[in-house]
């Protein structure tokens, strides 16, 4: 059942499966939640885990264990050995010129304060303007206020329309010659629309502007080339594309990585320390303070080739037709309204339901074995321009069925049941 | 083993959701606001009190079944009852939703539907967030309470 080792290597693709087959690769999918099988629709959330990922971590516990960069025994330069390999798939993934260019983090959500705290701090002075975007997750607009507080800069905001689309027009008159930096979402977590970021990226680029993507979203469900977007920093996370929890990722460009100073600091992120003056090791070594989550590092790049495998033209495919077959479905039932429709959008569904919270529709979808969300998602200032307090999200995954739509729906009729009255 | 979700969406809490009691602003009295942020919910409590004693009470607000249920319960359970004797009724509320599923069920009155919150931990801060607002109106409090 396991997909091969060597998946990663394009020139052998794994025979096609379909998503009923997929979806035996993920263990915890075959469990059955207060009585019901799950339907597993909170992938905006986190995802499920292969039985590859598990296993490779595992493996890296049981046989290679050791720190990285440090020791001169066996063991050690086996874990430094995986743990590299594992940086140069993940750029060969993202297309970087360089593995240099991979940057080992926590999440998306630290390789934003990353960028903010480093080329932030060093670049942007009192005045100076951050452009981000009405559709951000908390993540992409806390560390940039923080930094505005720090360097008596300011936000602005790109403007969105009634579907959930970045208005390009108003963005390109908010670049300015103060404008430091741009930070946009490539997938919105809420309203699914996928930005056009090529775009944006040839926009910003024209006034010698940055620009910071922040792909939490997107990795599992397209293929990124950083190259081809043109953004100068791209940022995710490990566990919302099949890897483990408590690492990510940050891709900048070498010119930019190596003109940033240290963020955090201590071991592995230095040339030689004297009480008089320490000298930095060059990127992306500088941004890795401390020993890093080695077995999570190993796990990401056995998701990814995982993910290379099946083939991200079939995921898309698959997860394009799902979320048409949903996107039907739900506007069938009486009283949905289906929030964001924009032209270009991914599995992301979010809804509101007639005269019910969706706090309520959670907790009976829950009762029925479908998990989806509830709530603002992170991303309350949207929800203010929505004039929402609340949706109720349903996102998909490569491994998401026609049954688990038809879950939805059915428990969805079980909610209007219960509350239209008996 | 689950409980039924019929358990926690009673009868008498899907109309109290449809039809809130007190649903209205309170001119001359004290309020205070409960939210909740995680799930956008906000609800404002209106307290009239003489002598110690609660005259009347009213919410309006934004929330979902289980807290504007239990902000309706409240108002019509609270009033013609010391500021002490509401106190002691949310104590008795919180220890009823928060007790083990079999644990035996004392008599709370009209309060008693929400008994089935106690089988769904991740509401309890649904049905005890106007009760939070109505300890701060009364203590005449004017921040915004919450329950996350």
């Known amino acids: ?422 | 083993m689950a409980a039924d979700i019929e358990t926690l969406y009673r009868d008498v809490i899907l109309d109290h959701n449809r039809r809130p009691r007190n649903f209205r602003v309170l001119e001359d009295g004290g309020k205070a606001e409960g939210s909740n942020p995680l799930c956008g919910d906000r609800l404002t409590v209106y307290l009239r009190v003489a002598s110690e004693t609660i005259q009347d009470a009213a919410f309006q607000g934004y929330g979902c079944a289980i807290a504007i249920a239990s902000a309706s319960l409240m108002t019509e359970s609270v009033k013609g009852k010391t500021l002490a004797e509401a106190e002691a009724l949310f104590e008795q509320l919180l220890q009823m939703i928060t007790a083990p599923a079999e644990a035996p069920l004392g008599d709370l009155g009209g309060l008693s539907a929400l008994a089935g919150v106690r089988q769904f931990p991740v509401r309890v801060k649904c049905a005890t967030l106007p009760w939070q607002a109505l300890r701060a109106a009364a203590a005449g409090r004017v921040e915004v309470v919450s329950t996350e």
């Open chain 1, 1 to 422: 059942m396991n997909a091969p080792r060597r998946s990663a290597d394009p020139s052998r693709p794994t025979p096609v499966r379909d998503a009923a087959a997929i979806r035996r690769d993920f263990p915890l999918l075959a469990r059955r939640v207060h009585g019901k099988p799950l339907a597993y629709l909170d992938n905006a959330a986190t995802t499920q885990k292969p039985q590859v990922v598990i296993d490779r971590v595992t493996q890296f516990y049981v046989e290679e264990n050791a720190n990285v960069h440090r020791g001169v025994h066996w063991l050690s330069e086996r874990a430094t050995g995986a743990f590299e390999e594992a940086r140069a798939t993940i750029g060969r993934f993202l297309n970087a010129r360089r593995a240099e260019e991979i940057v080992f983090v926590r999440g998306t959500t630290e390789a934003i304060n990353l960028v903010a705290q480093t080329y932030g701090r060093s670049r942007v002075a009192r005045g100076d303007e951050i452009v981000i975007s009405t559709m951000e997750h908390h993540s992409n607009i806390v560390p940039w206020q923080i930094l505005c507080e720090q360097q008596g800069a300011r936000l602005r905001i790109i403007p969105i329309t009634d579907a959930g689309e970045l208005d390009l027009d108003a963005y390109a008159t908010l670049l300015t010659d103060r404008t430091r930096i741009v930070s946009v979402v490539h997938v919105s977590n809420v309203l699914g629309t996928v930005n056009p970021v090529q775009e944006i990226v040839r926009i910003a680029h024209q006034r010698g502007i940055p620009v910071l993507v922040d792909g939490a979203q997107a990795v599992a469900h397209a293929a990124v080339d950083v190259q081809t977007l043109g953004c100068d920093f791209y940022a995710f996370s490990g566990h919302k594309m099949f890897g483990p929890t408590g690492v990510g990722v940050l891709y900048g460009t070498s010119a930019l990585l190596e003109s940033m100073p240290p963020y955090q600091s201590g071991g592995d992120m230095i040339r030689s320390v004297s009480f008089e003056q320490t000298q930095y090791d060059v990127p992306p070594f500088r941004f890795e303070a401390g020993t890093p989550d080695i077995a999570g590092v190993v796990g990401l790049a056995a998701a990814i080739g995982y993910l290379i495998g099946i083939g991200f033209e079939r995921i898309a495919r698959h997860e394009r037709e799902l979320l048409e077959y949903a996107t039907v479905a739900l506007s069938r039932l009486p009283g949905v309204r289906v929030i964001g429709t924009a032209a270009a959008k991914a599995g992301v569904l979010s809804f509101v339901l007639d005269g019910v919270h969706p706090h309520d529709v959670g907790t009976i979808l829950d009762r029925e074995g479908v998990a989806v969300r509830t709530g603002h998602h992170c991303c309350q200032p949207l929800m203010a321009r929505l004039g929402l307090p609340a949706t109720t999200r349903a996102s998909l995954a490569l491994y998401n069925t026609r049954e688990d739509i038809d879950a939805l729906v059915s428990a969805l009729h079980k909610v209007r049941e219960l509350f239209d009255g008996r």
